[in-house]
């Protein structure tokens, strides 16, 4: 028996890149472009602030209907354009053990009405070739003007009369199963759950993540429940902004939306989460990662009708928010560290938060932590010159303009100024407000809002490679571990493997398939393994074994051999469907070479591999002796040993990614079922590989069938 990734992942990199699926496209460091500068000292000659265009964005007339319906008309009548947004403002839900299920309730919302099945829906909106969308605080939509009324029939019954229906349900949550399933391996996904744990805790909605567990209790009781206690007409706002009159945009909104009920709704208030009084180191283990995710985050008290808000994004930007900001220009243009460092500090009613945020190779872990903290105490130390305050201030007169050219950003920016009571002229003074900073302003923001010493400084990588290097710049010399959803990882035990070594945990492994005399009786191996494409169809991998010395792999769709590798005796050769054949060298003939042992394991030691015992560590709740498995030209991997059963549950190694970058691949072994006296794994699961996980159920294991020498030769 041996483990079958490679074949696996060699012929599903083939298949994915030869099939038009952008769904499975490897997603790709964003390498950011080279960027034509003018010539000489540009910070020396920035250009000369003018007077700050007057924003022209549009009279908002509000009117609140009976049932306390909040609506407010913007007329545009520069496109024969309509867009609705109603937005219902309460408190934000704190779902405890079903996380999750108030986004499911806004997603289920136009899945279906009591009138309308969701095919219905679809049609009739397709028809008249508007959009339609529901979130967990409303619905939207747009259309041109000469189809307001059907587009308003539509929104009304979608928001009035949702169904819900449990078969849309499943299919939602099927779909976040898929997403989970792929956010578990994804480092920026993991750091972006356990920053929402560090800064807000898991008893403030902020702090919540949906989960496995949290999922499968999502249930139609509690979304028809939210729904029903939630959405109600005198907390609500209507936004019509585009070609339509006033009056009619009244009459319209008293029209289809004046028969919802009103009532009242409950209040919720939450403690205030506070930034650490001491800066905290927090790493989260990704065993084989190559590159580290750092996020050096707090909570930040900064409301959005806060005088602070517009200084705030003035100094922010310089610090991270453009790709000419100081970190960027430290951290990847200076140091070479990343293809991209940045900040953020966010607003909030609730709460807000700030982060400094890259992607780094692991041995600059330590340094690009240490130069993000350089610019944090620059901006708070040094004043900021005039020169690069008026680009930034250009910067961002250019992205406000440029915003207004969407219909949905006056939309927007009407809701905010009724939801936050801010100035009826915010927005048309926005860029006169901006151009009033100074730079004595944007210093006081950076010593009141930056604070390096008292964050949350969060690395999601390879424990072994990065993290005793980060003890520094905890203030406590101390390193707190997390698991993906930010769940305190308590240390295993290590007693267990105090008189183990690698050699023996590979012994107690081929003894747990059945004994090396079961081994050496095998003679040939043929397994057919299944992936399911998530709706998109079915590869089948059939993987033929002799000898030790003989291998062929050929993955397959609905019948037709897209790809096929084999390997005899010290040749090997690849043929595809789409590019021919191509005859197989170096480090591609040395991983055929490995995987056509019937067990390649038990032949480590005749194949010069070098064993190490790492320790114990858990994987998915089961301790497993992990051990590091090198190859004569240096390749390692990782690979985990139940500790109760002996059996392999899982593999750890770096590959080349589909996009030429180092990719760390992931692949889980489980359902062993005994074959002719030999344990196989029935089921492997492939991460990291791809954007989601892939499943293959093994359908068939044929040992000692007598399989021809034929089927390896090299033609």
Known sequence: MRNRAFP??????????????????????SGAPVIPLPSGDVRKKAPQPGTPPKIQIGKAATKKLKNGLTVIVVENHKLPQVSFRVFVDFDPVLEKDAAGYADMAGELLSKGTTKRTKVQLDEEVDFIGASLSSDANGVSGACLSKHTDKLLELLSDVLLNPSFPAEELEKA????????????????????????????????????NMTEETLAKINLDQIRTYYQTYFKPNI???????????????????????KWAKGDVPKHTYPTPKAPEKAQVAFVDKTGAVQSVINITYPVELPPNHPDVIPVRLMNTILGGYFNSRVNANLREKHGYTYGARTSL??????????????????VTDSAIAQFIVELERMRNEPIPDEELQLVKNVLTGQFAQSLEEPGTVAQFTLNVARYKLPADYYENYLTNLQKVTPAEVQAMARKYVRPDRAYILVVGSKDEVSDRLKRFSTDGKINFFDPYGNPVRQVDQSAAANMTAEKVIERYIQALGGERAIAALRDVETTVEFDLSGMGKLEMTILQKDNN????????????MNSRIYNDGKGKEESMMGGSQELQGDDLADLKEQAYLCKEAAYVTMGYRLLLKGIE????????????ERPNGKKNT?????????????????????????TITTDFGEYKPVQGVQFPHSMTLSGAFPIPMKGIVKAVKVNAGIPDSAFELK
């Open 618 to 629: 858990s994987v998915n709740g089961k301790n497993a002796y992990a051990i590091v498995v």
């Open 639 to 663: 690979e985990f040993y139940d500790i109760e059963t002996g059996l392999k549950i899982r593999e750890v190694r770096t590959e080349e990614g589909m996009d030429g970058s180092p990719t």
């Open 8 to 29: 696996i992942l060699a012929t599903l990199f083939y298949a994915l890149t030869v099939l038009p699926w952008s769904a499975f496209a490897q997603i790709t460091p």
């Open 550 to 561: 003989k291998l062929a792999v050929h993955m397959s769709m609905q019948g037709q051999v």
């Open 346 to 363: 966010q607003s909030d009613r609730l709460v807000g938060s700030f982060s400094a945020t890259a992607s780094v190779r692991n041995e």
């Open 236 to 258: 609500a706002y209507l936004v019509i902004v585009g070609d339509i009159k006033q009056a009619d945009a009244f009459a319209k909104a008293e029209k289809y939306f004046g």
């Open 173 to 208: 949550k099927r779909r976040a199963e898929s997403g989970l399933a792929a956010a578990k391996n994804d480092p920026n996904a993991i750091a972006s759950n356990v920053a929402n744990v560090l800064r807000y805790g898991k008893d403030h909605p902020y702090g919540e």
